[in-house]
Nanobody, 120 residues
Framework: QVQLVESGGDLVQPGGSLRLSCAAS????????MNWYRQAQGKQRDLVAS???????NYVDSVKGRFAISRDNARNTVYLIMNNLKPEDTAVYLC??????????????WGQGTQVTVSP
């Protein structure tokens, strides 16, 4: 069982920056693909960025060039650096740990989320 705790969400003006952190415990952090999702009020949860165990990264088009995901396996932590924030980035940001077990089961763990609000 992996526990995930996000932090770093805040109220920020458009054009500002934030760094989100997600600290993991209770499992072998390095074997998981780590994902950041976001869910705006009344909307579905969308994948924003991911980083594999091999440090390959992927981003949704709307954040490319503005957001950067990284991981520190020694600290069991994944980060999301967000620059040039826009009002449409406002959402609850959730951390996800994902892997496919050797027997084929899909394993997912979720944090509780951290609120990011971008407003003048």
């Amino acid at each position: 069982q992996v526990q995930l705790v996000e932090s770093g969400g805040d109220l920020v003006q458009p054009g500002g920056s934030l760094r989100l952190s997600c600290a993991a415990s209770g499992g072998i952090f390095s074997i998981y693909t780590m994902n950041w999702y976001r869910q705006a009020q009344g909307k579905q949860r969308d994948l924003v960025a991911s980083i594999t165990s091999g440090h390959t990264t992927n981003y949704v088009d709307s954040v490319k060039g503005r957001f950067a995901i990284s991981r520190d396996n020694a600290r069991n932590t994944v980060y999301l650096i967000m620059n040039n924030l826009k009002p449409e980035d406002t959402a609850v940001y959730l951390c996800n740990a994902h892997r496919i077990a050797p027997w084929g089961a899909i394993i997912d763990y979720w944090g509780q989320g951290t609120q990011v609000t971008v407003s003048p």
